[in-house]
């Protein structure tokens, strides 16, 4: 039973260019969601967050748009940059998060971004 | 401050045998959760520890223990190893009440032969 789905396996930009990865959800419950970035040999770092009664939160680059509707959320990185080349995961705590509930995430399978210079 | 960090960074095992991995959480922290996270795929939630006690698990089975030692350092026990068991194992640590982010460590990668 995948919660959260990231249907992309890999995205390859051109540098500069905008940086869109996808996320699907079924579990409506949801109503905090995360993006997380991984580097090879390095652990999940958490990149930007939204909360279901927004539908935009934007943190310089990186922007996170909800339809919760379409039970869906994408992340779009504006300009992209070589560095951004990472794995993109994003995740979601249990139904009515707090205290401990965000450290029990459900991961989607994530996004292998390739930004090319 | 220093940030979560886990030991040994690669491990090789035998079926059948038992590991411990070793977590130390960022400073401040008091609540661990542990991943596992097989090739391809995301992380899954295996089990949380909040003040030395099991504080949620996901769908794993009870050969997979854990436990959260007073200065909120934690391990994870994995019995009877099966080859299913290889993957890249996280632990995140995080605060309760002070920020919905959890911070990871950089993983041990256990290859079960």
């Known amino acids: 039973d995948q919660q959260v789905k990231q249907n992309s396996p890999s995205l390859s930009v051109q540098e500069g260019r905008i940086s869109i990865l996808n996320c699907d959800y079924t579990n409506s419950m949801f109503d905090y969601f995360l993006w997380y970035k991984k580097y090879p040999a390095e652990g999940p770092t958490f990149l930007i967050s939204?909360?279901?009664?927004?539908d935009k939160n934007e943190d310089g680059r990186f922007t996170v748009f909800l339809n919760k509707s379409a039970k869906h959320l994408s992340l779009h990185i504006v300009p992209s940059q070589p560095g951004d080349s990472a794995v993109y995961f994003c995740a979601a705590p249990p139904a009515n998060a707090g205290g401990t509930s965000y450290g029990k995430l459900t991961f989607g399978q994530g996004t292998i971004l390739t930004v090319h210079p | 401050e220093t940030g979560v960090t886990q030991s040994p960074t690669h491990l090789i095992k035998t079926r059948g045998q038992q590991v411990t991995l070793r977590c130390s959480s960022q400073s401040g922290h008091n609540t661990v959760s542990w991943y596992q996270q097989a090739l391809g795929q995301g992380p899954q939630f295996i089990f949380q520890?909040?003040?030395?006690?099991?504080?949620g698990r996901g769908n794993f089975p009870p050969r997979f223990s854990g436990l959260q030692f007073p200065n909120y350092s934690s391990e994870l026990n994995v019995n009877a190893l099966e080859l299913d068991d290889s993957a890249l194992y996280l632990c995140a640590s995080s605060f309760v009440g002070f920020s919905t982010e959890a911070f990871f460590g950089q993983g041990t990668r256990l290859t079960v032969v």
């Open positions: 939204i909360s279901s009664i927004k």
């Open positions: 520890y909040y003040r030395e006690e099991e504080n």
